[in-house]
């Protein structure tokens, strides 16, 4: 997440402080904690949990309770990134915890990959970008919350049906982000 806390803090904001103190006290401690806990935890559902209850606390308690983008609030938000977007923080540590197989492999090569074209791009693009660069930190923070989401969903479950559950619920994520992003 330091590249989009980067590009939110720095290039929209111009505060350093504020990236480092969001990296230092917000996101490091929670992807310690989700790495400790996801050490420990082997279920079969355990990883579909991490995925929504990481996904509604951060949605509920960090972006709607101590940041304030609840809807109506007036600020803009786009939820369902908002979800995932959190989602993300807590799997991706448990990702890198999982016991080792080529499936668990194929997903951290993907989810690496996705980070580093993400953390090099997008900044770039936010600095060349004809728009605001408020609209396109949202734009490219909501397709890459997404984009991890759906590269998660082999990794949480090995069920065919689940998978395809899952795929549904992430299509309507989907769905919602654009329609919020419509009516911005």
Request: proline share 3%; hydrophobic share 55%.
């Amino acid at each position: 997440m330091a590249s989009a806390e980067f590009q939110t803090n720095v290039l929209l904001r111009g505060s350093l402080i504020n990236f480092v103190l969001a990296m230092v006290v917000v996101y490091a401690p929670l992807s310690a904690l989700a790495y400790c806990i996801g050490r420990h935890v082997r279920s079969q559902h355990a990883d579909l949990w991490f995925y929504a209850v990481g996904g509604l606390f951060g949605l509920l308690v960090i972006e709607w309770c101590c940041i304030g983008f609840y809807p109506g609030s007036g600020k803009a938000g786009i939820h369902a990134a908002m979800f995932t977007n959190w989602a993300a923080v807590f799997t991706i540590p448990r990702l890198f915890s999982a016991q080792q197989t080529e499936g668990v492999s194929r997903v951290r090569r993907k989810v690496k990959r996705t980070i580093i074209i993400y953390s090099v791009g997008a900044p770039l693009l936010v600095l060349a970008s004809p728009i605001s660069k408020g609209g396109t930190v949202a734009l490219l923070m909501t397709a890459y919350s997404l984009v991890l989401s759906f590269q998660f969903v082999p990794f949480l479950v090995e069920s065919e049906r689940a998978r395809n559950g899952l795929n549904r619920f992430n299509t309507v994520l989907v769905l919602a982000a654009v329609i919020n992003v419509l009516c911005w």
